[in-house]
């Protein structure tokens, strides 16, 4: 299969060449495995201060285009690249999603799925990921602040001052930064997140385990906690993935699958990445979702309009 350099050189040789070679390779995956594909690229990379590559409500509408029209016996092969977004709106998604094809959705991740991201590759029944892939920490923010580390820092300081009321005076600042209910929307918001992750869990890739509650538990108290994860942009590899117990499939390791015209599965995952990219690099696109029937929703990027002074 086409190496980045290769895939640039086809894209240029058609009049649409973008949409083209994406579906191209997409189609040729099909093929090979006989399971529905829906790729679900962000431009965050690129274009990191885009107002709509995270994950939202709109986005239900883009999985309902690219879900209709496909064989719902075949399974679903997700192949997820972005940053996160809303917890809600991805709660919709994965309820949607598996309400069509059950629990027979597997997370291809050929780079990165972050926060929400990471939510919906733990509701499939098993995530692929290459040595390059990662999925990061689940702990719900608000105004880019941790949940959960407010909470941690909110029972440090209560620690304290009951062990030195003193020190009330130094810590004044800090509280004074938490507006009334504040603490409780994140309770609430790492309840919600911790509870929703382990019953996706529970109902797919550990629901075979002997304790499937224990063993969900096990990896939502790591990644939901920030004490745990250290910082919400957390990078957790393969090797890091499998030690928490998460059911992951070496992208590497699937030999088993021959596309057309490339040595493996791996060829064809990362010739795919490779053609979104490139699309993301070249177009105005701010998020894709596209099934390998040619069926998609492109939502571009929408410039903030400065008024004039």
Same mark, same amino acid.
């Given at each position: $299969?086409?190496?980045?350099? =290769?895939?640039?050189?086809?894209?240029?040789?058609?009049?649409?060449?973008?949409?083209?070679?994406?579906?191209?390779?997409?189609?040729?995956?099909?093929?090979?495995?006989?399971?529905?594909?829906?790729?679900?690229?962000?431009?965050?990379?690129?274009?990191?201060?885009?107002?709509?590559?995270?994950?939202?409500?709109?986005?239900?509408?883009?999985? $309902?285009?690219?879900?209709?029209?496909?064989?719902?016996?075949?399974?679903?092969?997700?192949?997820?690249?972005?940053?996160g977004g809303s917890i809600a709106a991805?709660?919709s998604i994965v309820t949607y999603l598996?309400?069509?094809?059950?629990?027979?959705?597997?997370?291809?991740?050929?780079?990165?799925? $972050?926060?929400?991201?990471?939510?919906?590759?733990?509701?499939?029944?098993?995530?692929?990921?290459?040595?390059?892939?990662?999925?990061?920490?689940?702990?719900?923010?608000?105004?880019?602040?941790?949940?959960?580390?407010?909470?941690?820092?909110?029972?440090?300081?209560? =620690?304290?001052?009951?062990?030195?009321?003193?020190?009330?005076?130094?810590?004044?600042?800090?509280?004074?930064?938490?507006?009334?209910?504040?603490?409780?929307?994140?309770?609430?918001?790492?309840?919600?997140?911790? =509870?929703?992750?382990?019953?996706?869990?529970?109902?797919?890739?550990?629901?075979?385990?002997?304790?499937?509650?224990?063993?969900?538990?096990?990896?939502?108290?790591?990644?939901?906690?920030?004490?745990?994860?250290?910082?919400?942009?957390?990078?957790?590899?393969?090797?890091?993935?499998?030690?928490? +117990?998460?059911?992951?499939?070496?992208?590497?390791?699937i030999k088993d699958v021959h596309p057309? +015209?490339?040595?493996?599965?791996?060829?064809?995952?990362?010739?795919?990445?490779?053609?979104?990219?490139?699309?993301?690099?070249?177009?105005?696109?701010?998020?894709?979702?596209?099934?390998?029937?040619?069926?998609? $929703?492109?939502?571009?990027?929408?410039?903030?309009?400065?008024?004039?002074?």
């Open positions: $299969m086409p190496s980045w350099g =290769e895939v640039l050189e086809e894209i240029s040789m058609h009049s649409n060449p973008l949409d083209v070679t994406r579906r191209k390779y997409l189609k040729i995956m099909n093929k090979a495995t006989g399971r529905n594909v829906i790729a679900y690229y962000s431009c965050f990379l690129q274009r990191p201060s885009a107002n709509n590559s995270s994950i939202n409500d709109n986005d239900k509408n883009a999985f $309902m285009q690219t879900v209709y029209g496909l064989d719902k016996t075949k399974g679903l092969d997700l192949i997820l690249h972005t940053p991805t709660e598996k309400s069509i094809f059950r629990n027979d959705i597997r997370a291809f991740i050929p780079q990165i799925a $972050m926060s929400a991201g990471t939510m919906i590759a733990l509701a499939c029944k098993e995530i692929v990921m290459g040595k390059q892939s990662n999925i990061g920490p689940i702990d719900p923010q608000f105004g880019g602040m941790s949940c959960s580390g407010v909470l941690d820092e909110f029972k440090r300081i209560r =620690e304290e001052i009951k062990n030195d009321p003193s020190s009330v005076e130094l810590w004044k600042p800090i509280l004074n930064k938490y507006i009334p209910t504040f603490l409780g929307d994140c309770e609430n918001a790492v309840k919600w997140s911790n =509870e929703m992750v382990t019953k996706w869990l529970c109902e797919n890739m550990f629901c075979n385990e002997k304790d499937s509650e224990q063993a969900a538990q096990n990896v939502v108290s790591k990644l939901v906690s920030h004490s745990e994860t250290f910082a919400h942009d957390k990078h957790y590899h393969i090797e890091e993935c499998q030690s928490l +117990g998460i059911k992951v499939v070496p992208l590497e390791s057309e +015209g490339c040595k493996d599965l791996q060829d064809c995952v990362l010739t795919i990445h490779h053609a979104y990219m490139h699309t993301l690099s070249i177009s105005t696109a701010a998020k894709i979702v596209e099934n390998h029937k040619g069926g998609a $929703m492109i939502m571009n990027h929408q410039p903030i309009q400065q008024s004039a002074p």
